[in-house]
């Protein structure tokens, strides 16, 4: 019975994405691969071991988000403004999936650093052709397989070898739509020998309508290269997201990913990492702020393949309302990835009776002359740092505030650009308010 | 040098002691399963017809499930169900008045197994007492002590006795923490199962000695299914010990077992295991697939379940010793020691269900890896809406020794409370050479160190252990581990 009405969900999903592929430009025979490749695994359910605790059938049970509409009205240059992180850091804008270099501000990139449309780029630039869609692997989840199918635009940054890039690049995602529907954005981001460079993402959206942004993002960290990688999630209460990021680091390089998960009504990060090459480094810091409805469910997968890496994690997470919240830590250490350090923590505060944690922080390891360790832990707020609180004349509201506060300003502390934590200092200001 | 090169050589050539077969007459079930077999398991058993009834409706679920395969990280062929024998029993029948009766044969196994009957009956009246039921093939053969205890009101016999003696105990309480709908081995067990203990304890009762099961698979081609059941009521407590071997065979043999406990109101039950079944050889040839099902519910206010265990044997081990926390304050407890070398896979660890208000509980599970073994532990905590104050902590530590072996944690973590506070973490780590060098300079060889270090690291949950089964197990960890380093 179950597994009917699965299909069925599968193949009206396929059936509306088949009809839309004929009008994609690109490689058709990819598209239809990757198109068998979704038909194969089939819409998620909460019998997938991945998908337990947050369920995909459900949400395209609620509406199909396959509606082909017009915006609710144009997105202009103040609206990309008022979305500013910071400040001048160059811009892409990339509306309901597409690149818009209308809307886009890349005049002040320095040399060195070249920044264009995806869909232009895997036609005209070897690099791009060579990466693209070889590290998301299209079999590994369906929800690549159907980004790789469907995506229309997105945008590839690219930075030569040695290069500094002095000031972000901020792609900007928006989700504007009169009808219910579903983007897939593609972004790749390839950082060349000894280059450095900082990638802000963020998602807003804008209107009540809904939507699902399924955007997947490659990246590609070359030796001794240096990326820092944040992702900023701000949507409002209709949007949806589902967002897949890989990543494969080369040998002496720093991959820092910052994941800010602070709107949106269904929000699921998807976040491996793969060492290929030894003596690579990377660190993962989350924080989720989530209150209402919201459910909100971080995964992030660290392969560990190769000796003499190191990879520490940090996600916390404040739950207010009745919003859930998921983390799936997973650390693999593979056979002969001796010397290796990896260390994942999770931490939860529960602030109401109707809101709900689940977290699997989860180690495979296969190699002994490792140093591997992970923590979580849930709770409430500390009732001696409110007594002491208190005590001194704090009321409680403003306590509560300071307490919660100061729990999630480990994670932004460890921002290194201080513009960005300013915005983010602010921005937890006005959630907490 | 040399000196070194023996003991080792010494250790590893050393083979699973328990691995004889004795020679009783066996009685089996032809191989195969069908309705047919499970009315003759409860023929054989002279069961009244609402145990057919209960082993029918078992077996027609079971029939509609499907073999669990993909979620644990385990590897194996998929069993031919319809290739093992579903009941042996030692043919001469065993009697419960005088050891002169028993089967000489018998006599000299649980001598082997060190654990005479002859030596336990000289104790009575001394101070370590420990009350017997053994099982061979799934058959209780032999019950220890029945008179002391009876005096006391407890009742612990076989569980085909059990369903005749005391029906109402067995009509209330069996199925009530594991139904026979909630696993696949847990419905084939309700359907097949041949024999097992069971143990009330009634109100206000301590018990004054350790109750003690010793399992045994014996014939070949067989699976074994047994039941165990403890039932303390209000005010009782009990100390429970299982201990299992099996004789060494090149075929994987089937062990789906299922334990229930309840736990009345300011009841107490500490349930402790040393599992050491066959767990085939170097190359993983043979072997015990352990599947069993336990677990116990806190049923009333301030009761406590705390189960203990020492895995070292079976090829295969897959199991989760659980507690529903239903009653307010009720503790729950789980201390393990896994340990796996050559090729065997364990996946193992606990539930704790929070449901009652200010329920607690702990859990410490160390995991020792070495040869080609893999070693996960998976748990779950889940405190309920409405479970206020729940307060769990978990500790989950792995200890590689080689370069083959894995050693995995997946716990799962659901809150639904705000009062809830849980806290787990686990650390992975191999043998420091410092720890080793500190041993070598003092005069104690590399392999004697490692046994120490060992020790050292599960003392935690050793010190759990019953006097006499702390020794054992003591050594059995030392055994299990021959030859994993050098």
Partial sequence: ??????????????????????????????????????????????????????????????????????????????????????????????????????????????????????????????????????????????????????????????????????????????????????FHPRNLIVAE??????????????????????????????????????????????????????????????????????GGAWVRNNLNISFTQEHTESHLYGLYVTNGNRVVDNHTIVDHAIPNCMSNELYKGVVDGKSTAVFNGKIFVRRDAQKTNAYQTNRNILLSDDATVNTKPQLEIYADDVKCSHGTSTGRLDEDAMFYLRARGVGEASARKMLVRAFAEEVVNNVPDEAIKAYLDNRLNHLMS | MADKNEILEEHISSEYKYGFVTDIDTEFAPKGLNEDIVRFISKKKNEPEWMLEYRLKAFRHWLTMEEPKHWAHLDYPAVNFQDISYYAAPKKKPTVNSMDEVDPELVKTFEKLGISLEEQKRLVGMESKIAVDAVIDSVSVKTTFKEVLAEKGIIFCSFSEAVHEHPELIRQYMGSVVPYTDNYYAALNSAVFSDGSFCYIPKGVRCPMELSTYFRINSSGTGQFERTLIVADEGAYVSYLEGCTAPQRDENQLHAA???????????????????????????????????????????????????????????????PSVILKGDNSIGEFYSVAVTNNMQQADTGTKMLHIGRNTKSTIISKGISAGKSNNSYRGLVRISKGAKNARNFSQCDSLLMGDKCGAHTFPYIEIHDKSGVVEHEATTSKIGEDQIFYCNQRGIDTEKAIGLIVNGYCKEVLNQLPMEFAVEAQKLLAVSLEGSVG
């Avoid at chain 1, 068998?36 to 995909?56: A, L, Q, S, W």
């Avoid at chain 1, 290269?225 to 990543?247: F, P, S, W």
């Avoid at chain 2, 079944?277 to 806190?298: A, E, H, L, S």
């Fill in chain 1, 193 to 262: 020998v000894d280059s450095s460079l900082n990638v802000i993402e963020s998602f807003d959206s804008i209107g009540p309508v809904k939507t699902l942004t399924n955007v997947v993002t490659e990246v590609m960290v070359h030796k001794g290269a240096k990326l820092n990688h944040y992702r900023i999630q701000t949507e409002g209460d209709a949007a949806h997201q589902m967002n897949t990021t890989c990543v494969v680091a080369e040998s002496g390089s720093n991959y820092c990913t910052y994941t800010f998960s602070f």
């Fill in chain 2, 258 to 320: 299922v334990v229930e406990i309840v736990a009345q109101k300011d009841g107490e039950v500490k349930y402790s295991t040393v599992q050491n079944w066959y767990p085939g050889d170097k190359n993983g040839k043979g072997g015990i697939y352990n599947f069993v099902t336990k677990r116990g519910i806190c049923a009333g206010s301030n009761s406590k379940i705390s189960w203990t265990q020492v895995e070292t044997g079976s090829a295969i081990t897959w199991k989760y």
């Fill in chain 1, 1 to 182: 019975m179950n597994v009917m009405t699965e299909n069925k969900l599968t193949e009206r999903i396929l059936s509306g994405s088949e009809a839309k592929l004929v009008s994609l430009a690109g490689n058709a025979s990819a598209r239809k691969n990757a198109l068998d490749e979704f038909r194969r695994m089939g819409v998620p359910t909460k019998r997938h071991e991945d998908y337990k605790y947050i369920n995909p059938e459900g949400l395209f049970r609620l509406g199909e988000f396959m509606a082909k509409a017009n915006v609710v009205r144009p997105v202009t240059s103040h609206d990309v403004e008022e979305m500013t992180i910071a400040p001048g850091a160059a811009k892409v804008v990339i509306v309901n999936g597409i690149f818009i270099p209308e809307l886009s501000k890349l005049d002040r990139l320095p040399a060195g650093v070249t920044v264009k449309s995806i869909a232009d780029a895997v036609v005209s630039d070897a690099i791009a052709k060579k990466y693209h869609s070889t590290i998301a692997n299209d079999s590994s989840d369906a929800f690549i397989a159907w980004n790789t199918a469907m995506n229309e635009s997105g945008v590839f940054i690219h930075i030569a070898k040695g290069a500094t890039c002095n000031i972000p690049v901020h792609v900007v995602h928006i989700a504007s739509n009169e009808a219910a529907s579903t």
